[in-house]
C-alpha cells in the first residue's frame, strides 16, 4: 500500500530502474582524481519506503 501511495502514477515510470532511483534506491559515484568509487545509496528519495523495503526484504532473507 506504501508502494503504491508512493509511486502515485506509475506511468511516469519508464521501468523499474526509474521507481529504484525516485525511491533514492541508486548507487553514487565518486570520482576522486582518476579512479572511480561507487559508495553507498543516495538516499535522495522517500526515506520511510525504503525503510520498509528494507524491512520487507529482511523478513523474506530470514523467513524463508
Known amino acids: 500500500m506504501a508502494l503504491t501511495s508512493t ?3 506509475p ?3 519508464r521501468n523499474s530502474k526509474a ?3 525516485a ?4 548507487r553514487v559515484l565518486k570520482e ?3 579512479s572511480k ?4 545509496v543516495s538516499l535522495c528519495g522517500d526515506g520511510m519506503m525504503r525503510t520498509l ?3 520487507a526484504a529482511r523478513v523474506m532473507l530470514t523467513r524463508v
Open 11 to 13: 506511468a511516469r515510470f
Open 53 to 55: 523495503l528494507y524491512e
Open 23 to 26: 525511491l533514492g534506491l541508486t
Open 19 to 21: 521507481v529504484g532511483a
Open 32 to 34: 576522486p582524481g582518476e
Open 7 to 9: 509511486t502515485d502514477i
Open 37 to 40: 568509487c561507487v559508495g553507498c
